[in-house]
């Protein structure tokens, strides 16, 4: 049973900062199982053995999504007066975005604005209220509106007052920006303004995130908890404060974040509703120059114990610098760099290569016998000549976790896929094979959870 206190925190350094995310609620009506699903999470930041200096909610509290002002006025008093009550919000203020439960017409921004008065009035002068930015020190966070109708609804944001506020802050150390709905697509649940960002719109975005440094984009919508990184920046997906009835219970589950970011750099555990870490991640991470990693060969694979990337306890990342030719096809046939082989006669546990009309970097993961792999894609590879790029497993992002970038100069991406896990699935095989003129050189690195939480 949870109790005050009774559950570790991850501390920040001197001057740091140490929060709280979760978000995707949707109660503010009593006797609901919304109710009590988000009534066990808010539980959890309370038996925090350190309360978060702030909390961060992108979207959807209550259920909303009604045409009566008084009846979504009703909830919005309930989930503050009732099931926040607990909550003291001027030693932590949360701060909220707008949702599709919540903002949906011009009458909920109306009541979304009236609701949100503690929330500062410094965003663009037609967003007021719905659009904002914090400065706490070195760490600016900035919370956009991915709803309002004056960029075309559900799923567009605008980017010209999010661009001038980056600039204006560009002394800040640490850029997270906060939105809900997520610019990537989460566990395959793709759809423009729907699931995710329209996507030139989304592009434009992503793109000022990068320009200015932004350390993460923080989300919710996509009924999960999912980490990607693309040019070098974090989209964290955390939505797992109530509904739990449309999850996929075999993969997700109701959770809190709970991070600490400092001049070491963002991390942060994910706790499920009896306060066990499900998952943990600290970024960015620091690597040798990839001239000094070792050659690669099946022999030297066997290095790594069997359950290296099963483990919770210790992530393992596992980066591999590829030099190699690629003989063109001209059929698009898959040609193999790597492959980790499974047992008996199942198809690979792992496999890493090129092909498709635009011969694109391809990744398959096949943890269970008889099942069809899952697939992951990353960029076109040069045809028929001589390439070089840079290839990583990391078993703690779980879908993201399967990363790539050209060279040591150059930001990490993950690859693209519509699987709810990645490479904490499969087993770590003893026969490997490499494709024909491959040049492989290899880094291995662990990250223990016990040390995250010191």
Known sequence: MLTRSSIPTIKAGDGGHHFVIYSDSCSGLPGTPHEENFRKINELIAALDQAPQFICFPGDEI???????????????????????????????????????????RMSESVFRETMARQPENGPPDQRGLSYFVRRGDLLMIFVNTLWSGTGGEGTVETEWL????????????????????????????????????????RRFWETLTRHGALAYVCSHILAFDVQVHGGVLQICSAGAGTAHRMPTE????????????DIGLRYQVLDRAGQVREW???????????????????????????????????????????????ETPDGAPRMILRAEAKD???????????????????????????????????????????SIQFALHSGMGPG?????????????????????????????????????????????????CDVLK
Request: net charge negative; aromatic share 14%.
């Open 281 to 327: 991640l600290c970024w960015p991470w620091s690597l040798t120059r990839s001239h000094s990693w070792r050659l690669f060969s099946p022999a030297a694979a066997r290095s790594l114990p069997a359950d290296c990337l099963e483990r919770l306890d210790k992530v393992q990342f596992v980066v591999w610098q590829i030099n190699g030719e690629l003989s």
């Open 251 to 262: 993969y997700e589950y109701l959770h809190i974040v709970q991070a600490a970011l400092d």
């Open 401 to 449: 976790g399967l990363l790539w970038r050209w060279s040591d100069e150059d930001p990490w991406s993950s690859m693209i896929g519509a699987s709810a896990w990645g490479a904490e699935r499969i087993p770590w095989s003893h026969n490997w094979r490499v494709g024909e003129n491959m040049r492989l050189r290899w880094h291995c690195q662990s990250f223990e959870l």
């Open 63 to 105: 259920m909303g999504l009604t045409m009566d002002r008084e009846s979504l006025r009703r909830q919005w008093t309930y989930f503050f007066e009732r099931e926040l009550s607990w909550l003291d919000r001027d030693a932590a203020p949360v701060y909220h975005t707008s949702g599709n439960h919540t903002v949906y017409d």
């Open 345 to 387: 006669d199942a198809l690979p546990w792992f496999w890493l290569g090129a092909g498709g009309v635009d011969n694109r970097l391809t990744a398959l993961l096949s943890p269970r016998a008889n099942r069809s792999p899952h697939r992951w894609t990353g960029p076109p590879l040069p045809k028929g000549g001589s390439f």
């Open 163 to 202: 661009e001038a506020t980056l600039e204006r802050n560009a002394d800040a150390g640490h850029k997270l920006v906060f939105g809900h709905h997520p610019v990537w697509t989460v566990n395959g649940y793709a759809g423009d303004y729907q699931r995710n960002l329209e996507r030139d719109n989304g």
